[in-house]
């Protein structure tokens, strides 16, 4: 039964872990669909985990911090889509910018906020937690925004493969001049895209700074967002594959934590840096195969779109 209950306790930690990479990734996977190439997610999600604390240490409701998170990734998003779609800037540039401007912003409203204590999202919406068998209790550690992450790329794979907006989204994505041509909005429909990714953005920093450790800490998001945006292209493209990818980098992250449980002699520094390592294996892996990455990838990826 103690084997168990551990197994399963490295399983939802591994769960808790992935879940700001899936709804990040999940978040830029669309935008990249619409052919918006967004390197600001690392920006956005702490964006999003400093207005979701402040807004839930003012109003003392998650709920209202997981909107204000949202809300405040969509801005940011609001504002690269601005730049690149509307003034046609070069996405790259409007990305990094985007991402240096979240990492100082954030910093800077958040600097009164650290070391203030914060009631985590679980704990709020289960009180008598300890009351609970063992299993169960893993099982409602689990909070709505793990179990977001699991649902998204199932909705979001139905949405892209099955429905007529998901396949104008990616129409536009693979070939903007024939999707304007057969009169579809090409700006408009990459604007919803976007604002959909900020959005996702900000959620995934609100689960850091509200469930995952319920604090906020200058650069709290410690490089997951330019992990999710590894997990995009790890994927090719495809929200199932994210997920598992996910799963994976998660089951990465926490391996420092669980090698210090079963007494392994392992440099805690190393350990530190293993999702970092994992994402430079895996992207040199992915790119020796470029014909795969060539065929899978959106064709108007992160080129400007000129109306007629």
């Not at 978040?27 to 402040?54: D, H, P, T």
């Not at 240096?100 to 008598?128: D, N, Q, Y």
């Not at 041509?181 to 689960?207: E, H, N, P, Q, T």
């Not at 495809?238 to 449980?261: D, H, M, N, Y």
């Amino acid at each position: 039964m103690h084997d168990l209950v551990f197994a399963f306790a490295i399983f939802g930690a591994t769960l808790r872990a992935a879940a700001p990479l899936g709804l990040a990734g999940l978040g830029e996977l669309v935008s990249e669909r619409s052919g918006v190439l967004n390197l600001g997610v690392e920006g956005m999600m702490l964006v999003g985990a400093v207005a979701g604390f402040m807004a839930t240490a003012a109003s003392g409701s998650p709920a209202i911090g997981l909107l204000a998170a949202m809300a405040a990734g969509a801005a940011m998003a609001a504002v690269f889509g601005f730049l690149t779609l509307s003034l046609m800037a070069n996405q790259v540039a409007a990305g990094l910018a985007l991402t240096i401007f979240g990492t100082g912003f954030s910093a800077l409203v958040g600097a009164r906020f650290e070391g203030v204590p914060l009631k985590g999202l679980a704990t709020s919406i289960f009180p008598h937690l300890a009351n609970a068998p063992p299993l169960l209790q893993e099982l409602m550690r689990l909070d709505p925004l793990v179990w977001l992450s699991l649902a998204a790329p199932f909705a979001i794979h139905w949405f892209l493969t099955r429905t007529r907006p998901g396949l104008v989204l990616r129409a536009v994505g693979e070939s903007h001049d024939v999707a304007y041509a057969l009169g579809y909005s090409v700006i408009r429909i990459r604007y919803c895209a976007v604002l959909f990714g900020g959005a996702m953005s900000g959620l995934a920093g609100a689960y850091l700074s509200l469930a995952y450790t319920p604090m906020w800490t200058q650069d709290m998001v410690a490089g997951r967002g330019w992990i999710a945006l590894a997990l995009v292209v790890f994927s090719t493209w495809k929200p199932l594959w994210l997920s598992l990818g996910a799963l994976l980098f998660g089951f990465v992250t926490i391996a420092q934590f669980q090698a210090e449980a079963l007494g392994l002699q392992v440099s805690p520094q190393l350990l530190a840096m293993l999702p970092y390592l994992a994402t430079i294996v895996v992207l040199v892996l992915i790119s020796r195969d470029s014909v795969r990455l060539k065929l899978n990838a959106p064709g108007a990826l992160g080129k400007p779109f000129h109306a007629a």
